[in-house]
C-alpha cells in the first residue's frame, strides 16, 4: 500500500493538479511510491475550512494515516477588511486560532501525519488591480496587498513554531527571485509553472527533512528493468 499525501488549501492548492501545478509534480515525483490527494477549495479562508474540514477529509485517507498533510491558507485570509474581497478577511489572531484548530483536528484524526504549514505567498498589487477591475489604474486600491500578506505569513510561521510543526514560508522564498511579480505570479496572486516550481521544491525539501523522499521510498510492484525476459511471471509470485 502507497502512503499518501494530502494536500489542503485554497486555490492555490486547487489548481496545483494543473498543468505545471506543484501537486501535479509531487504526483510525478513520487509516482509508484505515493500517492497524492487534493483537497484545494478555491475562495476559501481558515474560517471555513474549518467548518467544513470533515467533510472535506472524507475518503482522503484508508486504514492508515497518511505520511503527511500540507496546509496551505492564508491568501484569502489576509484580504484587507475595506475592500471588495472583504467578506473573505479572517482577522489575524482568528487566523492563528484557526490554523492551531484545523492543525488539532489532524493530529486527532491521524496521529502519526506530519503536518507542514506553508504561509500565504506575496502579493505583486498592480497585477491585483488589473484582475479586480480590469484595468491598470494605480488609483485604485488592490484588494490584497504585500504587506498584509507579509503578517499573515508571519503569523503561519508562528504557530508552526509553537506547535513544533516543519512549515514553508514561500512569502520571503518567492521574493528571493528575480522579477517574482511576473515570472512566479499570474495575476499578482496566483503562481506560473516557475512560482509552482518554487513551492514545489520546497515541499520536497521539507519532506525530505522530515525523512520522506524518493530515494527513502519502495517502488509499489516489479520495476520493469527487474523483470526476468525468460520468466516475467517470477516477479510477480507466480
Not at 486504514?63 to 484580504?79: E, K, L
Request: glycine share 6%.
Amino acid at each position: 500500500m502507497q502512503p499518501r499525501l494530502v494536500l489542503f488549501g485554497d486555490s492555490i492548492t486547487e489548481q496545483s493538479f494543473e498543468s505545471g501545478g506543484w501537486g501535479a509534480a509531487l504526483t510525478d515525483h513520487f509516482a509508484r511510491q505515493a500517492d497524492v490527494v487534493l483537497r484545494g477549495l478555491s475562495g476559501y479562508n481558515t474560517r471555513w475550512a474549518l467548518k467544513v474540514l470533515p467533510r472535506a477529509m472524507e475518503g482522503a485517507a484508508d486504514a492508515a494515516d497518511p505520511a503527511a498533510v500540507t496546509v496551505f491558507f492564508g491568501a484569502n485570509d489576509a484580504s484587507l477588511p475595506d475592500q471588495v474581497q472583504a467578506h473573505q478577511n479572517v482577522p489575524l489572531d482568528e487566523y492563528q486560532t484557526n490554523l492551531r484548530a484545523i492543525c488539532g483536528y489532524f493530529k486527532e484524526r491521524w496521529p502519526s501525519t506530519a503536518i507542514i504549514l506553508i504561509a500565504p505567498p506575496p502579493i505583486y498589487e498592480p497585477a491585483r488591480i488589473r484582475d479586480i477591475y480590469g484595468v491598470d489604474d494605480p488609483s485604485r486600491q488592490a484588494e490584497r496587498t504585500n504587506e498584509a500578506a507579509g503578517s499573515y505569513a508571519q503569523a503561519c510561521m508562528a504557530v508552526a513554531k509553537e506547535l513544533g510543526h516543519p512549515v514553508i514560508d514561500i512569502w520571503t522564498k518567492m521574493q528571493e527571485f528575480p522579477d517574482w511579480q511576473t515570472s512566479a505570479l499570474s495575476d499578482g496572486l496566483h503562481f506560473t509553472p516557475t512560482g509552482n516550481k518554487i513551492l514545489f521544491d520546497e515541499v520536497v525539501k521539507t519532506l525530505a527533512s522530515i525523512g520522506f523522499s524518493k530515494e527513502s521510498l519502495p517502488s509499489d510492484l516489479p520495476l520493469y528493468h527487474d523483470i526476468d525476459p525468460k520468466d516475467p511471471m517470477q516477479a510477480f509470485g507466480a
